[in-house]
């Protein structure tokens, strides 16, 4: 294949208008895009990615606007077309795909009337039975089935793989000459996060199409990238070959970033994976469907055995391992110094019944779930979104009310930290409000020794006290992640429940709270019950792992274990999809 | 079809819950018809041969099965006050407050969705500004005082109407309605402005949606984007709040009514409630709940199509 660039960025800055002043989000960047290549745009957000890339398709928000430099497209600059001609170049030449499957589709279009919409805009001619079959292949090809079903669904009806599948077709569609990708799976369940991977490789393989892809995730751009771009606050700070860029980082930057990539060397030869990849990317990529049904079916047979096997490990569980020699309780710990206990716990969820009159019908959602957290122990829970993670972390917490089964704490009931720090924290109180209103609620503090209590809070996550009078949109992400856990440290709980404490931020903002919530369990002797769906993280984090699906823990061993023979064939799947 | 069966059904039970309530309500309040009827000075016989004619000693339970029976077949009583049967008074004024609620919900229509929408998509120019002044105004002007403006400027100084000067309908047609439009706009104006401003914040919501910015992508023009994407998206939530203020407009507006003189039902009602007019009073309530009840049902019934989301399988 001829290499020559399809796309030249050259000298571009994009900035924000404000008050007269512009802010420069990205400054003065150039890079090329050949023909047939996929490139791999990589770096924090705030870095400027994003821009980039709506700058290419003409897409940037109304205050913000290219300074200078020229984006040439097949020896137009794209910058200088009239909306009318860069109208017929995006969605037939070049297009695109978004972060969030959920929410950029129409909710109130059809499927087959939205991919519809790209034949009638770049291709006016064509026959309604044409068109449609047109889509109907696009939507087969995008890996997903019963298309003609399909056809006629709403967005909401679909799950978040199959949007970014329909999403797919609809940027496929038209044979564009380049594909850009941004964050097509991080709003992804793991397992879904590989196929959608495997199937932008696919099409990049067989029709040519240069693909940019945009992602804050070193292992997904590592996966399926030649080439890549690493950026930082609007620069590039390094460009190359992926395999230069990933064993020889030859800026800080990029070191830093490999480093807060949460470390996984031991468990998962990468290479191999890449490789696997490769070579089933000729395979059409099944559904996700026909697969849980397969897990459904080993299950069954399989979930005994587990039991047993969890059981033994629970016995065997001072695990020898450098994370723990850390934590001085554990050492003293032993099986009766358990902080949590639940056994066979099921969780109800009201179902809305259309009956006028008639009881509010209960939906099992977890099935006979036991685990128990023991002194100074980090317990994980992976799994995807619905295996009944975050449902399982509100029963304990109390926040679920239709339960059975037992939950035994040797405390108080345990704090918890929720996912999303942006909206889980009141917007319209300062900080040490926030902080201050667990105090309130139990009582019995004067207000000096509140305030005193809140300083202490502060220093112990690590932010300053002039933080104290702020508002949280004055705050960044993990800034009010720390605020959240000191919300929950405040009242000397003995055990926190973490749900998916990290998975709102940045990388390395990641590796910061993961650090800091190490230093807390040590200082504080404090046990956590710690959710993620990010297995590097888990493994990073936690002594021993509940896997669970589908409303079940259908494993639970200690960490070094599960990842080095998992056991049920759920678990072997999960970690395949590692990336 | 059985979700329309259903509604239906909790519909009627709504309304047959409404009249009993309304009408044990009237049973509670001391002073009956009959003692209204005949004045403070009546004699106790007198009374109580009225209470007897009107069956009024009768248990309440078996007087609202009649009542009710009644209302079924048309019969809505008489009224104590005017000595005429309800029903004749209630289809004599029911078209001044159904065509003022015609004309006014036509008004609000035609000023606050088009205006709604070039507002959104100028947000923050100049048009935008004028919009967001005379909306703003709009809604500050209590009715019955813009009902005066009107009455000054179009009555007074451009003498396009003769200013408490009703005609009508049978009478002329034409000129009724060449007087309705006046009381039509003192009542729409203020609840346009509303409309207005409503669907103009939901636009702009909807604007920046992520399916927009994939609109975007695709190569549609603006235009395209914000007829063919955003409005069905925007007119979700406006739409509870039309369904709202047509329900009010056709409830009856008893200020512009007594401003322009019309003989519609909310002045009606006034007069029903302060002469102890209870046959008159429970009628319209009833037909006041009615509305509510109709127009709701009619409101679920448009989101199931325009929203899938809500949509039952």
């Known amino acids: ?579 | 079809m059985g979700y329309t069966l259903k509604k239906i059904l909790t519909l009627v039970i709504t309304l047959i819950m409404v009249s009993f309530f309304t009408f044990i309500a009237f049973q509670v309040i001391p002073g009956d018809s009959a003692t209204t009827q005949l004045g403070i000075n009546a004699t106790k016989e007198n009374v109580e041969a009225l209470r007897e004619t009107m069956n009024l000693n009768e248990n309440v339970m078996v007087r609202y099965v009649k009542w009710l029976g009644n209302v079924f077949t048309g019969d809505f009583g008489t009224s104590s006050q005017y000595g005429v049967p309800v029903s004749s008074l209630i289809l004599e004024r029911m078209p001044v407050t159904i065509w003022l609620a015609v004309l006014s919900i036509l008004f609000i229509v035609i000023l606050s969705i088009p205006l709604g929408i070039i507002a959104a998509k100028k947000e923050g120019g100049a048009l935008d500004r004028i919009i967001s002044f005379f909306t703003h105004t709009g809604m500050g002007i209590p009715p019955f005082f813009l009902g005066i403006i009107i009455t000054i400027i179009f009555g007074f100084i451009l003498k396009w109407f003769t200013p408490g000067r009703y005609v009508d309908p049978k009478e002329n047609f034409a000129l009724f309605l060449g007087y309705m439009i006046y009381p039509a706009l003192a009542n729409a104006i203020p609840k346009a402005a509303m409309v207005l401003k409503f669907l103009r914040s939901s636009i702009i919501r909807q604007l920046q949606m992520d399916y927009v910015r994939t609109a975007r992508s695709k190569g549609n023009l603006e235009n395209a984007i914000l007829y063919r994407h955003v409005l069905k998206n925007a007119f979700i939530p406006v739409l509870t709040f039309i369904a709202m203020i047509i329900a009010e407009t056709l409830a009856g507006s008893i200020m512009i009514e007594q401003v322009f003189s019309l003989p519609g039902l909310g002045r009606l009602l006034v007069m029903a409630i302060s002469n102890r007019d209870y046959a008159v009073v429970q009628i319209i309530v009833l037909y006041i709940a009615a509305i509510i009840v109709v127009i709701n049902f009619i409101v679920d019934v448009l989101y199931q199509w325009i929203d899938p989301r809500v949509r039952v399988k």
């Open chain 1, 1 to 579: 294949m001829v290499n020559h660039p399809i796309i030249k960025v050259e000298d571009v800055t994009i900035g924000f208008n404000h008050k007269g002043n512009t802010n420069k989000v990205v400054d003065k960047i150039s890079f090329e895009l050949e023909e047939g290549e996929i490139l791999g745009i990589v770096g924090e957000s705030g870095s400027g990615k994003t821009m980039t890339a709506l700058a290419i398709m003409g897409l940037l928000s109304r205050d913000a606007e290219v300074l200078e430099g020229s984006i040439l497209f097949d020896h137009k600059d794209l910058l200088k077309l009239k909306q009318e001609e860069l109208r017929k170049i995006n969605g037939s030449m070049i297009s695109m795909i978004f972060q969030e499957p959920m929410t950029s589709l129409n909710p109130v279009i059809t499927i087959g009337h939205q991919v519809e919409e790209m034949l009638l805009l770049h291709e006016p001619g064509l026959h309604s039975s044409e068109r449609k079959n047109r889509i109907l292949e696009a939507l087969q090809e995008a890996g997903l089935k019963e298309v003609e079903l399909l056809y006629h669904k709403y967005p909401h009806q679909l799950s978040g793989g199959m949007r970014q599948r329909v999403m797919i077709a609809m940027a496929m569609i038209c044979n564009p000459k380049v594909l850009i990708a941004d964050e097509p799976t991080t709003a992804l369940d793991v397992t879904i996060q590989a196929k959608i991977l495997k199937l932008i490789k696919k099409l990049n393989k067989d029709y040519g199409t240069s693909v940019i892809l945009i992602s804050h995730d070193l292992g997904v751009i590592k996966s399926i990238c030649k080439k890549a771009l690493v950026m930082e606050g609007g620069k590039i700070v390094e460009q190359g070959l992926v395999e230069d860029i990933f064993s020889n980082p030859g800026k800080d930057y990029t070191k830093k970033l490999l480093a807060a990539m949460p470390t996984r060397d031991k468990i998962i030869v990468n290479d191999e994976f890449n490789k696997k990849l490769v070579i089933e990317s000729d395979r059409n990529p099944e559904i996700e469907d026909s697969e849980k049904s397969e897990i459904e079916n080993d299950r069954n047979s399989k979930v005994e055995g587990n039991r047993k096997s969890e059981i033994e490990d629970n016995k065997k569980s001072e695990i020898v391992d450098k994370k723990n020699a850390e934590s001085k309780v554990l050492q003293n710990s032993d099986d009766e110094n358990t902080i949590l206990e639940v056994k066979d716990l099921d969780v109800f969820y009201g179902e809305n019944t259309k009956k006028i009159f008639s009881k509010r019908k209960l939906k099992k959602v977890l099935n006979k779930v036991s685990l128990s957290v023991k002194h100074g122990e980090i317990l994980g829970i992976v799994g995807e979104s619905g295996s009944g993670k975050s449902t399982l972390a509100k029963a304990i917490t109390g926040l679920v009310k239709d339960v059975s089964g037992e939950i035994k704490f040797k405390d108080i009931k345990p704090q918890m930290v929720f996912q999303d720090p942006y909206g889980s924290l009141n917007p319209a109180k300062k900080v040490s409000w926030i902080l201050e209103e667990p105090l309130k609620l139990v009582g019995g503090y004067t207000k000096a020794e509140r305030k005193e209590k809140v300083l202490q809070i502060l220093k112990e996550v690590d932010l300053e006290e002039k933080y104290k009078d702020r508002y949280l949109s004055q705050l960044s992400g993990g800034q009010r992640q720390r605020v959240a856990i000191g919300t929950a440290l405040i009242q000397n709980p003995k055990f926190i429940v973490l749900d998916e404490p990290v998975s709102a931020l940045d990388v390395t903002v990641q590796a910061q709270i993961l650090e800091l919530l190490k230093k807390l369990r040590a200082e504080h002797d404090l046990s956590y019950l710690f959710i993620s769906h990010d297995l590097n993280v888990i493994y990073q984090m936690c002594d021993r792992v509940c896997v669970m699906y589908q409303g079940e823990i259908v494993e639970t061993a200690a960490i070094d274990k599960l990842f080095k023979q998992p056991n049920h064939p759920y678990s072997k799947k999960l970690l395949e999809t590692i990336v």
